[in-house]
């Protein structure tokens, strides 16, 4: 378990992702995609019992390097990754910061409840998702984030047959320091 007090974390602690996925009558010809966040920190205050009371996130947008795609017909080549990359980076997230700060976290059987307010692409709205707080220190969860609430038209390729849904998940998995 952590000790109490606040804890940085970022690259070296574990990993953050955004998964997307294809939809449209030209689906086969894309893959959904694993995306590595390449510069992000973030801090946790965890408070004596070793629950977390406060999270704070922010993320380099224009950090994003993408590491696998799958269910495609053919496999990613190094132009394909470079002008996915280049698409978010011009279309999708211009690069904008990415932050999330918690107003609340409710605890539940080492199951958190974290709500807070995400800044994408310029906009900051509410958002929430749940951690789950492991024995071994380990804090994992998923933030679905519905592109079109934050004004981000998702991606469409091949005359709009190819489309990424405009759900698409952020994936945290990290190491807390050990007391």
Do not use: C
């Amino acid at each position: 378990m952590a000790p109490a007090g606040t804890h940085k974390l970022g690259r070296d602690s574990g990993t953050m992702q955004v998964r997307t996925y294809r939809e449209g009558v030209a689906q086969k010809v894309g893959h959904d995609l694993i995306i590595d966040v390449e510069l992000w920190h973030a801090s946790v205050e965890l408070a004596a019992d070793g629950s977390p009371t406060s999270v704070v996130l922010d993320a380099d947008a224009r950090s994003l390097a993408v590491r696998e795609g799958l269910n495609g017909l053919k496999p990613l080549s190094d132009r394909d990754r470079g002008e996915i990359i280049k698409n978010i980076d011009q279309k999708i997230l211009r690069g904008q910061p990415i932050a999330f700060r918690s107003t609340t976290i409710e605890r539940d059987d080492g199951r958190l409840t974290v709500r807070g307010d995400l800044t994408l692409a310029g906009t900051t709205r509410p958002a929430s998702f749940e951690l789950v707080l492991s024995a071994d220190g380990r804090l994992r969860g998923t933030l679905p984030v519905i592109q079109s609430e934050w004004g981000i038209t998702p991606y469409r390729g091949l005359l709009g047959a190819l489309k990424v849904r405009d759900t698409v998940e952020v994936v945290l998995d990290v190491a807390l320091p050990s007391a």
